[in-house]
């Protein structure tokens, strides 16, 4: 039985995974992520399809999918028009 506690990063290890493959990927982060998302940017250098939703400020998971819920409209947006 595994008794150590859950790596809280397991998502986004998926997410890297994912991204190594190309494929769009969105990441919602904590204001203080894994130093693999760099700061003060909304890409990956490593994972040039992956793109970050940081919070602002610490606890603000509203802002941070208030982002994320433009980013999804703006993508619906686009494809509508055959962009």
């Known amino acids: 039985m595994n008794t150590e506690p859950p790596d809280e990063n397991t998502p986004k290890h998926c997410n890297f995974k994912i991204g190594a ?7 919602a982060l904590s204001q203080a992520a894994d130093w693999r998302f760099l700061r003060d940017r909304e890409d990956n ?6 793109r970050l939703f940081r919070q602002i400020e610490r606890g603000d998971w509203v802002g941070v999918f208030g982002r994320v819920r433009d ?3 703006n993508l619906s947006r686009l ?4 962009r």
């Open 21 to 27: 493959l190309g494929t769009p990927v969105w990441v």
């Open 45 to 50: 250098p490593w994972y040039p399809t992956m």
């Open 71 to 73: 980013a999804v409209q």
């Open 79 to 82: 494809k509508a028009s055959g």
